[in-house]
């Protein structure tokens, strides 16, 4: 069965010589020529187009960004600065107290000074 086999895929194999010439052909002209003919038109439109914006940039007449002033900068914050006033915050400022708990900082007890029994 495998002698079989091996004869029917010897037959429907492309003959070595086939194959190669084949392999050479695409390397004298390959098919990709127009593609990357097309790739270099295209980067050197970018880079055309850049160089037209970066051009008007620099020689417009009136400057699109002002410098920033001083006081502005000052009162700047920061649109994410809400994102660090996390829960417990509070609990984190001060340096914990060895003697007590941290149960105690939370839901302070109050203490009976005598008052009833």
Do not use: C, N
């Not at 000052?74 to 941290?102: C, F, M, Q």
């Amino acid at each position: 069965m495998f002698t079989e086999l091996r004869i029917a895929d010897r037959a429907e194999l492309p003959r070595y010589r086939a194959v190669l010439d084949q392999a050479l052909a695409r390397r004298r002209f390959p098919a990709s020529r127009g593609r990357s003919l097309t790739v270099r038109a295209v980067a050197a439109a970018v880079v055309v187009a850049v160089g037209v914006i970066a051009y008007q940039r620099k020689h417009h007449d009136s400057p699109r960004h002002s410098a920033p002033a001083a006081s502005s900068l000052a009162a700047w914050k920061s649109p994410t600065g809400i994102l660090l006033h996390t829960p417990g915050r509070e609990l984190l400022r001060g340096v914990p107290d060895l003697d007590s708990s941290i149960l105690d900082r939370i839901a302070p007890t109050t203490k009976s000074g005598g008052s009833g029994s």
